[in-house]
């Protein structure tokens, strides 16, 4: 908003977009994890509505596993990619010339994030808690 008010004012930033494809990576990834709490990711459930409830708990309890195993290794994978970025010093190459180790440390809390949004709905699934319905957005009458 601010780089849009200077820019019409005649006093452009060279900064404004980079900052804001940080940002917009910090919403991203920042959130995922209560993204999946609130069941706010895509999912079909066309399979899972005709299923047993017993079933449904095992299908739940494998998904939820196979994307913990791929969230921590994706987050092992970013720890070890910033840490290698931080060893070297990289930096972006651009006007702000920021610490690459620092933009990939977003992507590593996502995961962290993440993983610990999964651990506690397998948990949920183990202790065969049901799973909460999402809140619905306000509407108007």
């Given at each position: 908003m601010y780089d849009v008010v200077v820019r019409r004012l005649g006093r452009p930033t060279v900064?404004?977009?980079?900052?804001?494809?940080y940002l917009m990576l910090m919403l991203a990834?920042?959130?995922?994890?209560?993204?999946?709490?609130?069941?706010?990711?895509?999912r079909v459930t066309l399979l899972l509505d005709v299923?047993?409830?017993k079933?449904?708990?095992?299908?739940?309890?494998?998904?939820?596993?196979?994307?913990?195993?791929f969230t921590i290794a994706f987050t092992?994978?970013?720890?070890k990619l910033a840490a290698f970025s931080f060893m070297l010093k990289f930096t972006t190459?651009?006007?702000?010339?920021?610490?690459?180790?620092?933009?990939?440390?977003?992507?590593l809390v996502?995961?962290?994030?993440?993983?610990?949004?999964?651990?506690?709905?397998?948990?949920?699934?183990?202790r065969g808690e049901a799973r909460e319905e999402p809140a619905?957005?306000?509407?108007?009458?």
């Open positions: 900064w404004g977009p980079e900052v804001s494809v990834f920042f959130g995922i994890g209560h993204t999946w709490t609130q069941q706010g990711h895509f299923l047993d409830g079933v449904v708990r095992w299908l739940d309890f494998i998904c939820a596993a196979v994307a913990l195993s092992f994978g970013a720890y190459p651009t006007v702000l010339e920021m610490p690459v180790w620092l933009l990939q440390c977003i992507i996502g995961g962290i994030f993440l993983a610990l949004a999964l651990i506690e709905d397998l948990l949920r699934i183990i619905l957005p306000l509407t108007t009458e």
